[in-house]
């Protein structure tokens, strides 16, 4: 990946990581067309899109694990990302510790570890096995080993998967105080919609290439995400919405059909 990249017409000073016109492809079929995306500090943005679309590729493009056929990523200079991955399998036999976990590969001070583990949610949770967390206590760890060096880019794949819809908002709120309390942009993908929607400063839908983009409240909006996804979590989102009887229409809830 270049990360010295050429300037580009969205090219913007202040991002953490930028794509531009990234294209990657495997066997000759095109997963990711013509990306361009800027992520702030601070700012949460969630990737939407169905199966296969390639938000994964998107992610892993990005954090430099598959060189693109076309195009540059481009990141602030010593950029400190934080993976969440997808999934992760622990071998059940293997005696680990979160704490042990959390020190794989280089050990650090307790300090570092406990407050990574509180950040994450599972403050008393260092000593126990990692094969004996729950669903949403493993998916906090994996968290908690991401925020280790206190990133200023953390990206999610997925994070929530297999938690129910309490435990996933509950997941969210978590990465929102992470936010906060750290300062850090924050890129996820994920299916969980309208949980996903709320917690979102901009959403990105993606079907390969950019479907549209916006706030939440105009990406749902959106003829190109109805058209994937229907409407049927309209209901879901209006639960959270902060005022239901506010529609703003200002410029930065304008979707932009990049398609
Ligand atoms: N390393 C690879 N080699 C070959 N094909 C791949 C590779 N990685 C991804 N693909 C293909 O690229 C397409 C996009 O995959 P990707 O995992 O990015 O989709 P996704 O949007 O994250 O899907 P899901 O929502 O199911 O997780 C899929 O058809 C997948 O099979």
């Known amino acids: 990946m270049d990360t010295g990249a050429a300037m580009h017409p969205t ?3 202040t991002a953490l990581i930028e794509a531009t016109d990234l294209c990657v492809g495997f066997g000759g ?6 990306i361009d995306l800027a992520l702030n500090p601070g700012e949460i943005v969630t990737v939407v899109g169905p199966n296969g679309s390639g938000k994964s590729t998107l992610l892993r493009a990005l954090i430099g694990a598959i060189d693109p056929d076309r195009g540059q990523v481009r990141k ?7 993976y969440v991955p997808q999934r992760l399998h622990i071998d059940p036999t293997l005696p680990l510790s979160v704490r042990r976990f959390l020190n794989l590969p280089g050990r650090h001070p307790r300090a570092q570890v406990d407050k990574a583990l509180a950040r994450a949610g599972i403050p008393q949770q260092g000593d126990i096995a990692m094969t004996q967390l729950s669903g949403g206590q493993f998916q906090r760890a994996l968290m908690a080993r991401a925020l280790m060096d206190e990133p200023d880019l953390l990206m999610l794949d997925e994070a929530s998967q297999g938690l129910d819809q309490t435990g996933t908002a509950d997941f969210y709120r978590q990465l929102e105080v992470i936010r906060d ?4 942009g924050i890129l996820m993908v994920s299916h969980d919609l309208h949980v996903v929607m709320r917690a979102a400063d901009r959403v990105i839908c993606i079907n390969h290439h950019i479907c549209c983009q916006g706030r939440p409240e105009a990406v749902t909006a959106a003829p190109e995400y109805r058209a994937l996804f229907g409407t049927d979590d309209e209901t879901a989102l209006a639960i959270f919405r ?4 506010q529609h703003p229409h200002d410029h930065d809830d304008e979707v932009r059909d990049a398609g």
């Open 11 to 13: 090219h913007s000073p």
């Open 29 to 34: 079929r095109s997963v990711l067309e013509h």
């Open 76 to 82: 602030a200079a010593g950029l400190r990302i934080g």
């Open 181 to 184: 309390e750290i300062g850090c």
């Open 242 to 245: 902060h005022d239901p009887h």
